[in-house]
C-alpha cells in the first residue's frame, strides 16, 4: 500500500512491538494512532500510555464469529470420529468464537484427543483458559510458520518404516 515501515518487532506479539516502539523513539509525550480489531488485547496501548505516550484507539476492524448453517462440515461428529486431524487457532478470539460456538466444555472435550496448534503464546493461553492443550506453537508467530510447525509435529509422530 506504499506505507514506510520505521519500526518492525523482533517477534510478532504485543510486547514486542512496544518494546521495538520504546527502542526507536522517545515514547514520553508521542501521539500514537493504533487502529485495532475491536476484540484484541489492549497491551499496546496500555504499556505505550504507561510509558508517557497519548494514544487514540480506533476499532479497524470487527472480529465476527457466524453461527453454523445448513450443508456446513458437523464438527460436533468429525471430531469425536477422528476425520479432523489439526485444529488451527490463529488468534485468541478465534479461540474464543470456537468455544463460544460449542460451549466451554463441549469444546474441551472435543478437542481433548486432537492436535490443537496454536500460532503463539498468546493463543495458546488463551486456549488453556478454556482447558485446550495446545500441541504445537512456532517460535515465530506467522502463519507459514505455523505451517511448518504443524508439519514437523506430525513428520515426528510417524513411526519409523521397519
Do not use: W
Not at 21 to 35: N, T
Not at 58 to 71: F, K
Amino acid at each position: 500500500y506504499g506505507l514506510k515501515v520505521d519500526v518492525t518487532p523482533a517477534e510478532f506479539r504485543a510486547e514486542a512491538v512496544v518494546e521495538a516502539i520504546s527502542g526507536a523513539v522517545e515514547v514520553q509525550g508521542l501521539r500514537v494512532l493504533l487502529p485495532r480489531a475491536d476484540v484484541g488485547r489492549e497491551i499496546i496501548a496500555e504499556e505505550l500510555r504507561e510509558r508517557g505516550a497519548d494514544v487514540t484507539e480506533v476499532v479497524a476492524y470487527r472480529t465476527v464469529a457466524e453461527p453454523e448453517r445448513e450443508g456446513e462440515l458437523d464438527i460436533y461428529r468429525m471430531l469425536p470420529e477422528r476425520r479432523i486431524d489439526v485444529v488451527t487457532f490463529t488468534s485468541p478470539s478465534a479461540v474464543r468464537s470456537f468455544v463460544q460456538t460449542l460451549g466451554a466444555e463441549p469444546a474441551s472435550d472435543l478437542l481433548h484427543a486432537t492436535v490443537v496448534a496454536c500460532i503463539g503464546p498468546v493463543t495458546a493461553d488463551a486456549a488453556a483458559r478454556f482447558n485446550i492443550q495446545t500441541k504445537v506453537v512456532p517460535t515465530q508467530y506467522t502463519v507459514p510458520a505455523l505451517v511448518e510447525a504443524i508439519v514437523e509435529y506430525f513428520q515426528k509422530e510417524q513411526p519409523e518404516p521397519s
